[in-house]
């Protein structure tokens, strides 16, 4: 009951891995990782601890001790995810009024749909317990997800949420090629150059200074949910970059 067996981890595996940002307890650290292997997923990130792992952590984690052993560690979310096409925030936390700018989310069961599959790798970031992703940090991921929760009580617990995103993605990928997966996700260069060059156009236009950060973040969230490919980026960042150059000579010029 509950050995490791032998066996090809599956073939999404190269294309996704599990972040953990700040991760308080060390129980939870060994149950992602039992989660992640029970789903066949060994990729995992922590920002901000150490990998001196506990026997807490050791004992939670049960047969999969090569995913802690393999887990990347990293000082900033930046490094974590720095390899990764698609970086998806997660969020329990629904607010309503002008807020909701920051948290149009997907379902799980609409990821791997979407994204699997594909040679570019995913990142499914996850805040510490309790207080989850901040703000700024759900900034820099391109796409939010949620799991749908009783409003009563909506935030799980980390290694809970970790499951769900992980059975969703097994489950959804083992019957074969997702339709209209078959071209490779943004090359990480060219999503983090799309990103400046969009910061550095909302930069340039003419509008209250107070609006930009809204403006910008709206732009990149819409554009990125429609998951361009390399060659649709490319020419979107060349209309950008175009733009933000024109802007920046009227500018200089007024």
């Known amino acids: 009951m509950g050995e490791r067996r032998d066996g090809s981890l599956p073939r999404f595996n190269e294309s996704i891995c599990i972040v953990l940002v700040e991760p308080e307890h060390d129980g939870n650290i060994g149950a992602v990782a039992r989660c992640m292997m029970n789903f066949g997923i060994t990729d995992l990130r922590i920002v901000g601890r150490d990998g001196d792992w506990s026997e807490e952590t050791r004992k939670r984690a049960k047969n999969a001790q090569e995913v802690l052993d393999g887990a990347k560690l990293v000082d900033t979310l930046e490094k974590g995810v720095s390899d990764c096409s698609i970086v998806i925030g997660t969020s329990g936390k629904r607010e309503e009024g002008e807020k909701t700018s920051l948290r149009h ?74 339709s209209g997966a078959e071209e490779r996700l943004l090359e990480p260069a060219l999503r983090e150059r799309f990103r400046e060059e969009s910061m550095r156009l909302v930069r340039s236009i003419p509008t209250k200074e107070h609006k930009r950060k809204g403006i910008e973040e709206t732009f990149i969230r819409v554009v ?24 920046e000579r009227e500018g200089d010029n007024a």
């Open 105 to 178: 989310f997907l379902l799980p069961d609409e990821l791997p749909d979407r994204l699997s599959d594909v040679e570019g790798r995913v990142a499914v970031v996850f805040g510490p317990e309790g207080k989850g992703l901040l703000n700024e940090q759900l900034r820099m991921c391109d796409i939010l997800v949620t799991i749908p929760t009783w409003e009563g009580y909506p935030i799980l617990n980390l290694s809970h949420a970790v499951a769900i995103i992980c059975y969703s993605w097994f489950i959804n990928c083992q019957t074969g090629s997702p």
């Open 224 to 247: 990125m949910r429609g998951l361009p490919k390399n060659d649709e980026m490319h020419r979107l960042i060349g209309i950008i970059s175009e733009a933000a150059d024109s802007f």
